[in-house]
Structure formats: structure tokens, C-alpha cells
């Protein structure tokens, strides 16, 4: 079973500081992993992507690391700002063209 | 703007009833995806089409069906609703090419409330 997991619903942290998000995944054969970032009332848009053949993808205030030997993603945010608030969405992009998503976590970044 | 128009934004219905989503991918994009993302819950994957042709599937229920016509849009249907299907589905669709990284481009939903 191909699975992504956000095991935190929720995460707050102050203004200026990191935000760490974290994914977890059950299969070894996903090709990329993708974050996605949602507000409400619209669709997810994507943030950033990692190739499961690295361990480090960097754009401005966001980096993705991937381990796979823990089969763990992680989504670095600093510093963090207010807009940043938002639910984010790990996913995950299967050989057979499936993108299939975590749960999400709900990121309060507070002022 | 994604570029990905989904109509109705707004949809409620009874249940027992039949339901049309409609998806216009972005222009050039071959693929549609739908997913549904029902309260709290994160988006569940439903099916994807490439080029009218259906590409993969997932946990999409027998009373659910799609399709993608030669103008590229999408519909997906919803029939014998029940109170259980009150969702945001959301339609999405991906730029074509190889080197893709799985990046989707989403419409603003359809929220669909079964009375």
C-alpha cells in the first residue's frame, strides 16, 4: 500500500523562527516527493519539490530533506512569516503518474 | 489563477441525486486528476486522466465515473448520492513532458453538500 503521512495535525510557531514540517511514507518506489501549501477557500498550490534521488532541495525560505533509509521528508520554513499560515500537504508522485497526498498540517505562524 | 476552471464552485443537492463536476485543465496540460477532500481530511485521490484516456486510479466508489473529452476538459459524475460524498472535490491538472516532477496545477474546488 502506497501511503504519505503527516502524523501532526497542527503546528504553531512564532514569527522569525523555523517551521519544521514533517512526512513520513510507506513505499520505496515514489520517484518525487512535493509540498503543497493550502488556504482556505482555494485549491493547494505547489511550494517545492525534492527528486527521491536527493537529499536536499533548496528555494529562499524553503528546504525539503529527504532520508530515505527512514523514509522521512521533512519541510524547513525560515524564517517563517505570518502568510505562511496555512495547511501544508506532503505528497508523493508514483511510477504509474498516481500523486497521492498526506493529510496535511495546519501551520499557525504567529505575529 | 492556476489556469484550471472548475464549475459549479457551489453545489447542493439531495441525496439520491446525480451530480456533474466540470474541469477545463490549463492550456497545453493533458492530464486531469480529481480528488476529493472531505472535512479534515486530506486529499484522497480519485482518478486521473491523460489525453482522454484513464491513466490510474483510486479509492473512486462504483457510483462515481469520469471522463476526459477530446477538448481536453474533464467531468466527473457523482450518482445515488449520499450524505457521506458532502466534499470539496478538486480537479488538477499537470503540464505534459518528461522531467515532470508531479507539480499540479488545482482549481478552486467544487463544494458539493448533500442534504
Known amino acids: 500500500d502506497q501511503q504519505v503521512k503527516q502524523n501532526s495535525p497542527s503546528l504553531s510557531v512564532q514569527e522569525g523562527r523555523i517551521s519544521i514540517l514533517n512526512c513520513d511514507y510507506t513505499?520505496?518506489?515514489?520517484?518525487?516527493f512535493l509540498w503543497y501549501k493550502k488556504y482556505p477557500a482555494e485549491g493547494p498550490t505547489f511550494l517545492i519539490s525534492?527528486?527521491?534521488?536527493?537529499d536536499k532541495n533548496e528555494d529562499g525560505r524553503f528546504t525539503v530533506f529527504l532520508n530515505k533509509s527512514a523514509k522521512h521528508l521533512s519541510l524547513h520554513i525560515v524564517p517563517s512569516q505570518p502568510g505562511d499560515s496555512a495547511v501544508y500537504f506532503c505528497?508523493?508522485?508514483?511510477?504509474?503518474?498516481?500523486?497521492?497526498f498526506g493529510p496535511g498540517t495546519s501551520l499557525s505562524v504567529i505575529p | 489563477d492556476s489556469g484550471v476552471t472548475q464549475t459549479p464552485k457551489h453545489l447542493i443537492t439531495a441525496t439520491g441525486q446525480r451530480v456533474t463536476l466540470r474541469c477545463s485543465p490549463r492550456?497545453?496540460?493533458?492530464?486531469v486528476y480529481w480528488y476529493q477532500q472531505s472535512l479534515d481530511q486530506g486529499l484522497q485521490f480519485l482518478i486521473q486522466?491523460?489525453?482522454?484516456?484513464?491513466?490510474a486510479k483510486g479509492n473512486i466508489l462504483e457510483r462515481f465515473s469520469a471522463q476526459q473529452f477530446p477538448d481536453l476538459h474533464s467531468e466527473l459524475n457523482l450518482s445515488s448520492l449520499e450524505l457521506g460524498d458532502s466534499a470539496l472535490y478538486f480537479c488538477?491538472?499537470?503540464?505534459?513532458?518528461?522531467?515532470?516532477?508531479?507539480?499540479?496545477?488545482f482549481g478552486e474546488g467544487s463544494r458539493l453538500t448533500v442534504l
Open positions: 486522466y491523460y489525453n482522454g484516456e484513464e491513466r
Open positions: 525534492i527528486s527521491s534521488i536527493k
Open positions: 492550456s497545453g496540460d493533458l492530464s
Open positions: 513505499n520505496s518506489m515514489f520517484d518525487y
Open positions: 505528497a508523493a508522485l508514483t511510477s504509474y503518474d498516481k500523486v497521492i
Open positions: 488538477a491538472s499537470r503540464p505534459p513532458g518528461q522531467g515532470n516532477t508531479g507539480e499540479l496545477f
